[in-house]
C-alpha cells in the first residue's frame, strides 16, 4: 500500500502526483491512500463519497466532510513523520520515479510506505510519463468532477463552440507567479496578449475563440481586439473548461498541464514571450520533455522545457 502523507503544492501538483501513483498502483496490483488531497476531495465524484481517496475505489465506501478528512490526514502525517509507519523522504537533488525505486519489491509484498517530498512537481514525473499515458482513462474517470460542475463547465464550452471554429484557453497566472521563482514566469497581461495575437496569425483564416482563465481579475477592455470569453474563476470549472479546448496556452505551471492531460489537448507553455510561435510548439501530455536545472537555493531551481 503507498500512502502519500505530505502536502505538495495547489490542485494541479497534488493531482499529477496522485495520477502518478494510480498508474504505478494499477500497473502492480498496489492500493493508493492519499489523505493529502482533503481540500480537493470534495469536488470530485471517487472522492468526495470516500473520506480515505482511496485508489482503486473501495466496494464499500465512507464520505466524509471537511473535518473528517483533515483529522485523517494530521493522524497520517504524524504516524509518517515519526517513522512510526515506514516514510520514503523524496529528496529534490534529482528527479525522482517510482520505476526505480529500490522499495518496488517490498512495495508489493503488502507493506506499507509513506512518501513525503515534491514527488512529480514541475517535471519531476518525465520519465514515469509512458505509464501515465497508459492507464490515462481509469485516470480521467478517477477524477471526473461532480456533475453540477461539468454543466456548467458544458455550458460554456457550448456557448463558445456556436461562435467559433477554434477555441483556444489561455490561463494569465499572475498573483503568486510575481514571487514565484523569483517571478520567472510572470507576465504582464499586455505579454498574453501579445501571445494572443500571435496565435490569432497561427490560425488564420478560422474563427479563433480566446477563454481567458486567470488566477487574478482581468480589466475586459484590455481585450477588445480579441474574440474572447472570461471563464468564472472557479478553480475545477476553469480547469475543465481548458481541458475542452482545441488548445491550450500559458505559463509553466501544472494547471494547464493537468487540463492538457485530462482533454487530451495540445498545450504551449510560454517560456520566452518573445518566441515567434508556430503550432508545432503545442504537444501533447505524452509528448513532455524537459531538462532539470539544479540550484543550491532550492526556489531557483527550474526545469527548462524543450518541447
Keep these: 500500500m503507498l500512502i502519500i502523507s505530505a502536502k505538495s503544492g495547489q490542485l494541479g501538483n497534488r493531482l499529477l502526483l496522485f495520477a502518478n501513483f494510480i498508474a504505478f498502483a494499477i500497473e502492480h496490483n498496489l492500493t493508493v491512500l492519499n489523505p493529502a488531497f482533503e481540500e480537493y476531495a470534495e469536488f470530485f465524484v471517487e472522492t468526495s463519497r470516500d473520506f480515505s481517496c482511496c485508489y482503486p475505489p473501495p466496494y464499500f465506501t465512507v464520505s466524509g466532510n471537511n473535518f473528517i478528512r483533515s483529522k485523517y490526514f494530521q493522524l497520517i502525517n504524524k504516524l509518517s513523520k515519526k517513522n512510526i509507519l515506514r516514510t520514503q523522504e523524496i529528496t529534490r537533488e534529482k528527479p525522482f520515479n517510482l520505476i526505480d525505486n529500490r522499495d518496488i519489491q517490498r512495495l508489493k509484498h503488502s507493506s506499507i510506505v509513506c512518501f513525503q517530498g515534491w ?125 475542452e479546448c482545441d488548445y491550450i496556452v500559458g505559463p509553466p505551471s501544472s494547471y494547464t498541464m493537468w487540463a492538457s492531460f485530462y482533454g487530451e489537448k495540445p498545450l504551449y507553455m510560454i517560456r520566452d514571450v518573445c518566441q515567434t510561435i508556430n503550432v508545432n510548439n503545442f504537444v501533447h501530455f505524452y509528448e513532455w520533455q524537459g531538462i532539470f536545472n539544479y540550484r543550491d537555493n532550492w526556489n531557483e531551481s527550474f526545469w527548462d522545457w524543450t518541447h
Excluded at 497508459?134 to 474517470?141: C, E, F, G, L, V
Excluded at 461532480?146 to 471554429?165: C, F, G, M, P, R
Excluded at 510572470?186 to 496565435?199: A, D, G, H, K, P
Design 119 to 243: 514527488l512529480f512537481r514541475d517535471g519531476w514525473f518525465i520519465e514515469d510519463l509512458p505509464k501515465l499515458h497508459k492507464y490515462a482513462d481509469q485516470i480521467r474517470t478517477y477524477f471526473t468532477p461532480l456533475e453540477q460542475y461539468l454543466i456548467n463547465v458544458d455550458s460554456l464550452i457550448l456557448n463558445v463552440k456556436n461562435k467559433a471554429d477554434i477555441i483556444i484557453g489561455v490561463h494569465i497566472r499572475q498573483g503568486d507567479y510575481a514571487q514565484h521563482q523569483k517571478g520567472r514566469y510572470f507576465y504582464t497581461t499586455e505579454q498574453y496578449l501579445e501571445v494572443m495575437n500571435s496565435i490569432v496569425k497561427i490560425f488564420e483564416g478560422n474563427k479563433v475563440k480566446f477563454l481567458i482563465c486567470s488566477n487574478i481579475q482581468q480589466n475586459p477592455s484590455l481585450f477588445d481586439d480579441f474574440n474572447c470569453i472570461f471563464a468564472k474563476g472557479h478553480l475545477i470549472e476553469d480547469l475543465y473548461a481548458l481541458a
